[in-house]
DNA sequence: TCAAGATGCTAATACGCATTAGTCGCCGCT
DNA sequence: AGCGGCGACTAATGCGTATTAGCATCTTGA
């Protein structure tokens, strides 16, 4: 037996308060600049209260254009059945950053399906304030028509399509894969191997920038599988290189075919051999990617972009180093 | 220099086709009751196109129609840092389903927060075309106010609340702790304890009831803490205990704990003593609860309600028994 | 030839709120 | 007396869509 009573509107209050709806929501809203007898505002506090009256977010929002709502578009499953789940940091800091910021997030579902899908979905995007998008992928033509219709989004993760029109938050490889060659070249070693993934990607340059600058002489390996040969791994220890730095990326396989092969070759860490990863799993010697930060500062953007209050659409955050245990000075090849 | 167009309305489209606003809705309505010529049909739609035209989803919704929009309200965060997330599966399974039905979802933040941003949050809820609810906590009033409303809502587990009008998808507990219990008095097992958690809830009070309608003779036990002691154990097994049987919850402490006390008591499971835990982590004997199929339910019966067709507001899903090694034939006591 | 019916569309309005541009009465001042 | 100004509010409008009632115009059939 449902009562199924409509819930109260602000013309509600006005009727039985006997004053107009634009009062109620005059006082309802706060307004200071709207001048108002004290006497009046009591009485409509005091019926809105009774009536239980509940704002009506969706006319809220038509009315004023904001809705506090922040999209998500991660170009595949948010919740993803997969343990190693490399977002959930970075969305958790989104999700607490959104959170203090009162915003509520659109999590867009069909971004992972095919291109017409995927289309369809980018276009929803617009039912939020604006967007953040995840990943590596940019679909050009719909991307391109949000941006240029000033419509406000972030990437998490440095882009340079578009002209460089894109916002986004991403982590500052280059520098940090340059200190990580720089500890190591302080540590003695001289003949270091850099073990690319076979993927491109704006993170993937930038790495690979780091690395150069630091240490110009490290000969570049690229992996062209998800598997390395023991025999590679000994083959490079005699012609004497003494680290290897690995590629760290979302899937982390570089990083694990390595070490496979380093152990299938019977090398010790780092007795025989050094091993740094750049951004890998937490406390492996290399630096860290400040997923949640990245989270965090995407949210702020977005609401800066937003109020147009942006000064810096495009930033870089700083990765933490770490120490580790994989990485001490060379073996004495005397 | 961005362009800074506005987005594209029906009231464009109207123009430059030659129409009225009405027909623009009606035909990207797809109304089939209300006719219109084949080429004016097409020509909207070519404009439509051609603009790139997405409909405004808060308007939508404010016009007494559908945004495709579903709530989660999940009391908590929904990305939390902890790496044990039991809602994980449920919410996997909410979007997978909701992905395929065309649905996006809304995450209400602050829903972790004080009892007032609750209660806005809850209050936000009305923005999405109806809403999840996850876990044990029932604002009373607040969720009172939906329900008679007539807002869509489903929780995620079951509720007796409100007199027993709250939609839910929930586990069929009884049943399942019951065959538990049967497959333990077919094995020969006739001392039986059961561990309860400390806290209550209506699904504790499910287990436990299929726990005695199945084998009235078992003893019950409340741990008062998440601990137990070995003695504790070693006691029961002195009184001809011969099975133990778990609750299993969404921190799974009852069954770490008996499971460190059968340990430090130096027993063999299932050699010295069965073990049993009631909805516990996978491939322990007892059942599992089908987290992902309760997501893709709740959704289901979410847009049945949205859409007027519910037939069964309330519905419990069968929890798969799962063997395990932890239990066996209790040992010969002669 | 004219009523009845079909066809193709539009005008008007609702949805619930925020906001802007007033309106109205009254007081103080010259 | 007349004017400015201020306090306290309201009327009107917009946000972008869906829906309903209804209006021309065109076919038909008798």
């Not at 970075?90 to 659109?106: H, M, P």
């Not at 291109?115 to 980018?122: K, V």
């Not at 302080?186 to 600058?213: C, F, K, M, T, W």
Request: glycine content about 10%; hydrophobic content about 40%; aromatic content about 6%.
């Amino acid at each position: 037996m449902t009562t199924e009573r409509r819930m109260p509107r602000q013309a509600d209050i006005a009727r039985i308060a006997g004053v107009s709806q634009a009062a109620v929501s005059v006082v309802l809203g706060g307004k200071q600049t709207i001048r108002m007898a004290e006497e009046t505002r009591a009485r409509i506090l005091e019926v809105a209260e009774e009536l239980g009256y509940v704002p009506h977010p969706v006319a809220k929002r038509l009315a004023h254009s904001r809705s506090n709502l922040l999209g998500l578009y991660t170009f595949r499953t948010a919740f993803p059945t997969n343990e190693a789940d490399i977002y959930h940091p970075i969305l958790s800091g989104v999700e607490a950053e959104a959170a203090s910021l009162g915003q509520d997030l659109i999590l867009f579902t069909g971004t992972s399906g095919p291109e017409a899908r995927q289309e369809t979905a980018i276009r929803r995007t617009r039912m939020a304030d604006g967007c953040l998008f995840f990943g590596r992928q940019v679909p050009e033509a719909p991307v391109a028509r949000l941006v240029e219709t000033g419509f406000p989004l972030v990437y998490i993760g440095r882009r340079p399509e578009l002209g460089g029109r894109i916002p986004y938050i991403g982590a500052d490889y280059v520098t940090a894969s340059a200190q990580v060659l720089e500890r190591l070249l302080s540590l003695g070693h001289r003949n270091i191997r850099y073990v690319r993934e076979p993927d491109e990607a704006p993170s993937s340059e930038d790495r690979l920038l780091g690395v150069l600058q630091a240490a110009p002489s490290t000969q570049v390996v690229r992996l062209d599988g998800p598997d390395l040969s023991a025999d590679a791994v000994r083959s490079w220890l005699a012609d004497g290189v003494t680290a290897l730095v690995v590629e760290g990326t979302d899937t982390g396989t570089a990083y694990r075919a390595v070490r496979a092969a380093v152990d299938a070759a019977g090398l010790s860490v780092p007795g025989d051999l050094s091993l740094a990863v750049l951004g890998g799993p937490p406390g492996v010697s290399g630096f860290e990617v400040p997923m949640q930060e990245m989270g965090r500062h995407a949210v702020r953007l977005l609401i800066e972009l937003i109020t147009d209050k942006a000064t810096t659409p495009q930033q870089l955050l700083w990765c933490p180093p770490v120490a580790g245990r994989e990485v001490g000075p060379p073996r004495s090849t005397e």
